[in-house]
Each structure stands twice: as C-alpha cells, then as structure tokens.
C-alpha cells in the first residue's frame, strides 16, 4: 500500500541558510500534518492542513511556514536555520480530520 | 496544555514475556492511539480507539480506552525480538483539533 513519501531523507545546512521539505500524502488523504522530533524526544505538533487550508498550528516557529497545494503535497519551509533546529520531521496524512494519522520515514535535518 | 504520562520509560525482557505499558491524562481524550518506533523511521500506527471502554487486538497487540477517557493501556503478549523499539501512546484531545499529543514513549528491549 502506497505511504506517505517525505523528501529528502536527509538534509545538512548551515546556519541562517533555508530549508525546504515536503511530504507526498497517501492518496486520497486530504489531511497533512507536520510534527518535529529532538533526539530522544516524542513528536512535537507543528501544523496542520485539511483540503489545503491551516486547520491548526502548534510550536511552529514564525522563521517556518507551510503550505498544502492543490494535489495535497505539503511543503515546509525553514528560514534561517538555527542549531537547534536540527531534528527528525515528519508529515503524517489521514483521511479527514482524524487521529488516525498514518506517518512518513521522515526527514533529518541538520543545521552546522 | 494537554500531557499524556506514559510509563514505563523503559522496560527490559525476556523473549516470550508479555509486556504492559500505559498512558494517562488529566485531559479527556477522544482518541488514543499506540504507534512503534524504530531508529531513524517514522512512527507506524498499531492500533486506534476511539471508543471509552473499546478493546482492540492487532494480532499479539491489545490495547484499551479507558472509561474516564484519559487512559489507555497496550499489551503485547508472547514478545520476540522483532518487538523492540520505541512505543508512543498519543491521543486527540476534545475542542476539534486533530492535532495528537504524544506520550514521551517506552522504550523496549526484548532479549532473545
């Protein structure tokens, strides 16, 4: 069964630079979610989107911005990347707008 | 805000035992949901509730949603090695986000 495809795997900044992910949806979901994860830490709620519009945000810094598009990818993108923004992401998608999220591989961030 | 306590933190078996682990709340959630992470992948949905007082089994996996609605707890029966990893509760609290607040996980290690 086809997951939710997150891309890259893997992504090395340096400071201040940008960063630019994104999550591929499992079709048909129209619901993206974005959560972050510190080294043994538990995922961090960041935003959310439900047929292409904000339905939620949580600690998502003001330097991050996200959007959904028409064929329901979402990408996050990351301005002047700092140290601590190193850290594991990842997008889940569901269908509506319900717990059951299903998650990506992932992508790992960091920032030198 | 809203906090799941999970608990154990860590849990260290032998093959062939049942393990328990658990969740609890201040908060009332509407959904609990038990996810298993691997190193470096993405956390992989087991099982959902969404009922207060529902069962469910996932093949050696039994996890139930609490009456009070602000607890939850996963059984595995029989471990083998392949259990090890991380285990999350998470649950969607009420008020309409659909965001999940994540337990900080169990940690298990299953010696063959």
């Known amino acids: 069964a086809a997951g939710v495809i997150q891309s890259p795997r893997h992504l090395i900044k340096e400071k201040r630079e940008t960063a630019t992910l994104k999550c591929y949806p499992i079709p048909r979901h129209d619901t993206v979610y974005w959560y972050q994860q510190g080294p043994g830490q538990d995922p961090q709620f960041l935003i959310s989107?439900?047929?292409?519009?904000?339905?939620d945000k949580g600690s998502i810094p003001d330097r991050f911005s996200a959007q959904q598009f028409s064929d329901y990818h979402s990408e996050l993108n990351m301005s002047s990347l700092e140290l601590g923004d190193s850290a594991l992401y990842f997008c889940?998608?569901?269908?509506?707008?319900?717990?059951?999220?299903?998650f990506g591989q992932g992508t790992r961030l960091t920032v030198v | 805000g809203q906090q799941l306590n999970q608990s154990p933190q860590s849990m260290f078996i032998q093959e062939g035992e049942d393990v328990s682990m658990n969740c609890t709340s201040s908060s009332i959630f509407n959904t609990w949901l038990w996810y298993k992470q691997e190193p470096g992948e993405g956390p992989v949905l087991l099982i959902a509730l969404y009922k207060a007082g529902e069962l469910t089994s996932n093949g050696r996996l039994t996890a139930q949603f609490g009456i009070t609605r602000k607890d939850s707890f996963l059984n595995i029966s029989a471990s083998i090695p392949s259990d090890v990893g991380i285990y999350f509760c998470a649950g969607q609290a009420q008020g309409g986000s659909e965001k999940l607040v994540f337990g900080k996980g169990t940690k298990l290690t299953v010696n063959p």
């Open positions: 989107f439900y047929e292409k519009m904000q339905s």
């Open positions: 889940a998608s569901s269908l509506g707008r319900t717990a059951e999220a299903f």
